[in-house]
């Protein structure tokens, strides 16, 4: 069945979701046959939508069930926007890299069901488990500078904390990736990028994300004490509407860097408040106990340590003195 068939009933469905049409109907308006609507709606259950059917009332969209496919993701993202989804990858960082390495233009959503090998902060293993998470990347070519890369894990921060409101969850953050709720680590940022040594240009950054949806049947592993989940029950969206919405913020933020007024948002939603105690773990070296003074307008974390010092902080972790 050709897409346009498919997207065409979905489309149709959509419009009138508490409705019951005919299958004569929906083979009308969509200048088919009705066994073509038939196949239509079987392919789209195949892919996980929820569709009833009643003989001699029709089709109708029940509740449930979403679609997690690329031409979901396309719809909902637009004109341009390219999209892949995958049942298994090792990380969704790895295949967006390797799709720039291959030329794609991007914008490019990549998005998979499960990771194997989901990456974290200084190569951690990301817990990334089927059916409760959310797990996509983007790849973008915006007009940047390399100096300007460290706005981007705020910019991408802040694109996932204003469309999560959409759909009814109030983020924090916590600096410099961790998307925090209701005090437990919901979701984290993983933003990478090549830049061009000729110009100090950027070629392409991709963008990570990592989230909660919903807690595991079998609950979070024990050495994830301060794992939590978006949302306690039923995703008021599917996923491929709430990894849309966050891409869509998201390509709008870096297309306005460095000019873009985030920052200051960024900051009141950051655990990271001036006089916040905290303790350094660095790339290098040991972790020390630091006084947080203030998150400059470039994304980075200016501390002061025990002996007066002040230290200006591009990465590296930062823990909440108990």
């Given at each position: 069945m050709e897409f346009s068939?498919?997207?065409?009933?979905?489309?149709?469905?959509?419009a009138a979701p508490d409705r019951w049409q005919s299958g004569a109907a929906l083979a009308r308006l969509l200048g088919v046959s009705r066994n073509a609507v038939w196949k239509a709606a079987e392919e789209l259950r195949a892919e996980g939508l929820a569709l009833e059917s009643v003989p001699r009332r029709g089709y109708r969209i029940g509740t449930g069930g979403e679609l997690f496919t690329a031409e979901e993701f396309r719809t909902r993202l637009g004109p341009g926007w390219q999209a892949e989804v995958w049942p298994s990858l090792t990380s969704t960082n790895d295949r967006a890299r390797a799709a720039a390495a291959e030329g794609v233009a991007g914008p490019l959503l990549v998005a998979a069901t499960v990771q194997t090998s989901g990456r974290g902060r200084?190569?951690?293993?990301?817990?990334s488990p089927p059916g409760s998470g959310l797990y996509f990347s983007l790849l973008l070519r915006p007009a940047l500078l390399a100096v300007d890369a460290p706005?981007?894990?705020?910019?991408?921060a802040v694109a996932a904390r204003r469309a999560l409101l959409q759909f009814g969850v109030?983020?924090?953050i916590r600096w410099v990736n961790d998307l925090m709720s209701d005090g437990k680590k919901a979701g984290g940022i993983l933003t990478e990028s090549v830049s061009n040594l000729e110009d100090g240009g950027l070629e392409y950054l991709v963008a990570g994300f990592g989230l909660n949806l919903t807690s595991p049947a079998d609950g979070f592993p024990s050495s994830l004490p301060e794992a939590g989940a978006l949302f306690g029950g039923e995703l008021p969206a599917g996923r491929a509407q709430i990894a849309a919405a966050i891409a869509l913020e998201f390509e709008q933020l870096i297309h306005r860097l460095p000019e873009a007024d985030f920052m200051s948002e960024y900051r009141e939603a950051n655990l990271l408040q001036p006089g916040t105690r905290v303790f350094v773990s660095p790339a290098r070296g040991e972790q020390y106990p630091a006084l947080v003074q203030q998150i400059d307008p470039s994304g980075r974390l200016v501390v002061k340590t025990s002996d007066g010092q002040l230290q200006v902080l591009t990465g590296g972790?930062?823990?909440?003195a108990e």
């Open positions: 068939t498919k997207q065409a009933l979905l489309d149709a469905l959509r200084r190569g951690r293993a990301f817990f706005l981007v894990t705020a910019a991408a109030r983020l924090e972790e930062v823990f909440i």
